[in-house]
């Protein structure tokens, strides 16, 4: 199993004090942050596209060439790229550019996000937010098999025999599809053969299965490998059960409450929130134990190929954050490894 990270880079008041990071503050702990991952060995650091005041990543292919630069080893994703409101050529010669930069670890994560900000900024009309993301992700995965393209469609402009440059170091750069809870998306994802990641950010994992089940079999009718899997996760590790729901609540809340209240959700209790960190419920939440007891309860649900945490969800001290990963790496990820090849058959 590959393990890793994911962030949107949230800059939200510190619960304690109520101050927020200079942004350009927050970009350096960003960069700490991802040298920490490639130095402890984790297999994947990526970067979430939002376009609002609490986030600081608008851009992030910019902030995975900034890391690539300090990096060794680690793969560089988005996570997500909201695919409907971009370009799928300049996307694509934006990860073939950090590919060459990295020598072949760039990825892309493509979806059609949870937020709808980028599209009226960039002038697209909801109404067609579902054609929009279709039509551009088939454009996309053209890319990255002909490096002539000719192209027509509804909502891009037709490309008539035009090369797209540069082109990856890789063959064929990753490109998985990020989905929440829905069974289309699922089934779309393995029909075209693409990796996926779900998601698990509410409810019990359970109710994700039908997802995981959905996309292989999608495959297998449409004569494809099987496909990649990833969980995605909110959650943050400390030493003790204690201190890591200590830490990660009150950013937790802050973000959560937010959100809830532009979507009609109540705000998050403790009760609630402790209950959503138990063994069955979604959020990652613990000592490294605890981490390791929910990776393995979940892989028994999703036999999942990757694992990916948000810590940052809203803002954590930062030397407490570096400290979650440094457990992440050194105390779960090599015990959930050592236990899946034991349970390997021989």
Same mark, same amino acid.
């Given at each position: 199993m590959e393990f890793g990270i994911y962030t949107f880079v949230e800059n939200t008041p510190d619960a304690e004090s109520g101050k927020t990071l200079h942004p350009s503050q927050r970009l350096k702990n960003l960069m700490e942050e991802i040298e920490l991952a490639d130095k402890l060995g984790l297999d994947v650091y990526a970067i979430g596209e939002h376009h609002r005041e609490e986030y600081v @990543?608008?851009? !992030?292919?910019?902030?995975?060439?900034?890391?690539?630069?300090?990096?060794?080893?680690?793969?560089?994703?988005?996570?997500?790229?909201?695919?409907?409101?971009?370009? !799928?050529?300049?996307?694509?010669?934006?990860?073939?550019?950090?590919?060459?930069?990295?020598?072949?670890?760039?990825?892309?994560?493509?979806?059609?996000?949870?937020? $709808?900000?980028?599209?009226?900024?960039?002038?697209?009309?909801?109404?067609?937010?579902?054609?929009?993301? @279709?039509?551009?992700?088939?454009?996309?995965?053209?890319?990255?098999?002909?490096?002539?393209?000719?192209?027509?469609g509804k909502y891009r402009p037709s490309i008539n025999n035009r090369g797209v440059y540069p082109q990856p170091y890789q063959d064929k750069?990753?490109?998985?599809?990020?989905?929440?809870?829905?069974?289309?998306?699922?089934?779309?994802?393995?029909?075209?053969?693409?990796?996926?990641?779900?998601? $698990?950010?509410?409810?019990?994992?359970?109710?994700?299965?039908?997802?995981?089940?959905l996309h292989r079999r999608a495959a297998e009718e449409h004569n494809q490998p099987k496909p990649a899997l990833s969980i995605n996760s909110h959650g943050f590790i400390a030493e003790t059960t204690q201190e890591a729901a200590d830490i990660a609540f009150p950013a937790f809340k802050t973000t959560m409450d937010k959100i809830g209240k532009e979507r009609g959700w109540p705000p998050m209790s403790r009760q609630q929130f402790d209950a959503s960190i138990t063994l069955k419920g979604a959020n990652v939440v613990g000592s490294p134990q605890?981490? $390791?007891?929910? $990776?393995?309860?979940?892989?028994?649900?999703?036999?999942?190929?990757?694992? %990916?945490?948000?810590? @940052?969800?809203?803002?954590?001290?930062?030397?407490?954050? %570096?400290?979650?990963?440094?457990?992440?790496?050194?105390?779960?990820? !090599?015990?959930?490894?050592?236990?899946?090849?034991?349970?390997?058959?021989?």
């Open positions: @990543s608008s851009s !992030p292919s910019t902030l995975l060439a900034a890391a690539a630069s300090l990096t060794k080893n680690i793969r560089l994703s988005s996570a997500v790229t909201v695919l409907g409101s971009e370009d !799928p050529v300049r996307v694509f010669q934006q990860f073939s550019t950090i590919d060459l930069l990295t020598e072949g670890r760039a990825e892309i994560m493509v979806g059609r996000g949870s937020f $709808i900000e980028s599209f009226p900024l960039f002038g697209y009309d909801l109404q067609n937010y579902e054609e929009l993301f @279709s039509e551009k992700l088939k454009l996309l995965m053209k890319l990255r098999e002909e490096e002539k393209i000719t192209w027509q750069m990753p490109v998985w599809r990020a989905v929440g809870g829905t069974p289309k998306s699922a089934y779309e994802a393995g029909a075209m053969g693409m990796p996926m990641a779900i998601a $698990i950010i509410g409810g019990q994992p359970t109710q994700f299965r039908q997802m995981a089940d605890d981490v $390791i007891d929910k $990776i393995m309860y979940q892989h028994e649900i999703f036999n999942h190929d990757r694992f %990916l945490l948000q810590m @940052s969800v809203g803002s954590v001290p930062h030397e407490k954050l %570096l400290r979650s990963i440094e457990l992440f790496a050194k105390e779960v990820a !090599p015990v959930v490894r050592k236990k899946l090849n034991q349970a390997s058959p021989a």
